[in-house]
């Protein structure tokens, strides 16, 4: 039972690291490039529904909508002022300005919040019984993975369906083709940015929810470990990030359970490192040839 | 990872005399405000670590700048090389007397297991590429800080023990603990000195411009610039890439050694992907494959947060917009361009001048 038990906390963790491997993995499949500030938009997500709960007292569902509202905004507002000029620029220059504003956040976190830990609040309370009380599930558990799968299902419905998806679609295809067509990729990119932001407010309140300790190094890790799950399932990918996301996740649970506490992040990125010898462009990734 | 135009390498002998030279001028005048006094304390603790991080700079510029491959674990290279040293000075200090020959042994030893996991680790990992490749090297870096953190280390008169995970030395009465898993290792001797991390960098300097003019270094520019003409006209691409890697992880080794070994305490988790990016931002912000660049970088952005402490709480913040500041102009094509032309202009500026001249002479 306690296998079970693992199981599911494992899916639960996977899942938010699919919600925020899919902000990484849309971003570069479009605008190729690593937003490393990713993870942070997650922390400033959290404290926002926290002070939105904590401070003002909202409902929940209205602190998360305004999480991701902020988040939104803010993720328009760093592409516009800080990648939209590097368009052209070689990609290290656009890693090293993401890295910068990382930096950024972290630190206008640490002055405007502070760098004591907060206790992030229950949202969802309750657990569900099975099997005789053997088993007992986390209501935030259940939410989280039901969270991960609508917002899967979106996100497939929205880049197959609509206009604004097969935009996305043809500019990380072909950039130059897709102008061609006249397809606004300026205004493609902004939404991305916007959309991965918001995911990432989400991610946010459900990861301060299961691991409920807030402070502004908070995104820093499970946004390294979901950029390694959007690479593992083959980056630019959606069902990649997704399938990545939830393998790390079990991977990681397990790891802690069965074999070491202490040596579960490095068992958690050995395994990567062999995933991607034996499939260097992920487990969904498309493998590009190259022509001479 | 696209290709820069044109790498400024500055192998001409002009260039390499006032690289050199910037160095020497820089151990100079710190010398100087030592003797005057006029060093603060604050700045005096940074030195050896400005050393460190220059040659940090160095050895990754081999990897991100002259071979071409993006790399985020270079923290755990320095790792390596700084946990070694440790064991190294702490094995060998009763028996040598001088701090410099110490150091020395130590910093060999660094790097010579630095390059040894460089190797092994870059036997597989090269197959990969682009951000491929730096997602493995940063998973690497994360591996290499876990496993330290959980290592123990003892030595008694029986020899050395290790243990992982848990702490089982059993040591005898005479033993010490050198490292004590994620509590790290206490007690350094601090025999870093700054004339031994001048001497360091100055030693990097030569080895990578002796590289550069080499065989072995042209074949490497030649991959970089393109693999696929390289391999054609017979350069072994594995092989030179992973020569180019180890001698980058060997390099890093030893600046783990002179930083590890400048402090009385430290701890595996120092080294983490901050770290790696930290020295990826001042090979970035000097200028791929541009050495000097690398130099003034890692110098300036080290003492950078000191200059700007008087900001108190805002001094990172400020750091951070700085570095984006920076990302910005210097990839802006309209002020580039204008600065080219400025520079332009003021070459034929000089040349009519001389012109003038000889002409009034003749």
Known sequence: MSFLSHLINGISLGSIYAIIALGYTMVYGIAKMLNFAHGDVIMVGAYVCFFALNAFGLPPVVSILLAMLVCTVLGIIIERLAYKPLRAAPSLAVLITAIGVSYFLQNGALILWSASPKVFPTIFEGTIRLFDGQLTIGLTTLITIAACIVIMVGLTLFTGKTKMGKAMRACSEDKDAAILMGINVNRTISVTFA?????????????????????????????????????FGGIGSIPGAFLGGILLGIIEIFAKAYISTELSDAIVFLVLILVLLIKPAGLLGKKTVVKV | MERIKKFHLGKTRREKLITFGLVLVFFGFIEILQATGNLSNLLKGQLVPICAYVVMALSLNLTVGILGELSLGHAGFVSIGAFTGIVIAQVLRPAIESNGLLLLIALAGGGIAAGLIGFLIGIPVLRLRGDYLAIVTLAFGEIIKSLINNLYIGLDSKGLHFSFINDNLRLLEDGKKILSGPLGANGLPRISSFIGGILLVLFTLYFLYRLLGSRLGRAILAMRDNAIAAESVGINITRYKLTAFTMSAFIAGMAGTLFALSFSSVNASKFNVDMSILILVFVVLGGLGNLRGSIIAAGLLTVLPELLRSLRDYRMLAYSVILIAIMLVTNNQILVHWWTQRKKDLKGLFTRLRKSKQGGEG
């Open chain 1, 195 to 231: 959309i991965g932001s918001g995911l990432a407010a989400i991610a946010g309140v459900l990861l301060c929810s299961a691991y409920p300790l807030l402070q502004p190094t908070t995104g820093s890790m499970p946004g390294i470990k979901a950029f390694t799950a959007a690479v």
